[in-house]
């Protein structure tokens, strides 16, 4: 996934304009944002509201209940672990640990060092490959510690 253009309105009004049809708009609206932007940027929050004719409480509902959604801009890559029961049964757990224990990562926090956000998802869709993840937009599976550690060391912009 990449990072994202900094945020603009002309573009945001564009994105959304073009969304606002759809059934249950709001979700591909936000995705759309996301995906342009790298996050939900608190200036889309009241265009979205307009636009579908719902409240900023509303649309800040949305943003807030889906864990997909950021409110900020990554400084680094992020890696999406799965923690659902496929992937709990092959060893997801031990992954985090290994994270935990060999790197000072905790889910849902970043680096010391801010290079690599690491989120918990339950369910990727990717059972048949647990452990699986994304990183940075990009599906992995049956991963392994050895794996981990080379997506931090990429992250952290290291090629050891």
């Given at each position: ?22 059934p249950g708009a709001a979700l591909p609206i ?38 997909d959604f950021r409110r900020a801009p990554a ?11 496929s992937c709990q049964a092959v060893g997801c ?68």
């Open positions: 996934m990449a990072r994202g253009t900094p945020f603009d309105a002309t573009t945001a009004r564009a994105l959304i304009d073009e969304k606002r049809a759809l936000l995705h759309a944002l996301q995906h342009q932007f790298g996050y939900i940027d608190d200036a889309a929050i009241p265009l979205i509201a307009d636009a579908l004719n719902i409240s900023k409480a509303e649309v800040l509902g949305v943003v807030s209940f889906y864990h400084d680094g890559p992020v890696l999406k672990l799965c923690r659902a029961e757990e031990d992954l985090i640990e290994h994270l935990r224990e060999r790197h000072g990562i905790t889910p849902d926090s970043a680096r010391p060092d801010g290079a690599l956000h690491v989120e918990t998802v339950y369910c990727l869709g990717n059972c048949a490959l647990s452990p699986a993840a994304l990183y940075d937009g990009a599906p992995y599976g049956r991963l392994d510690a050895a794996a981990i550690d080379l997506m931090v060391q990429h992250a952290a912009g290291s090629e050891t």
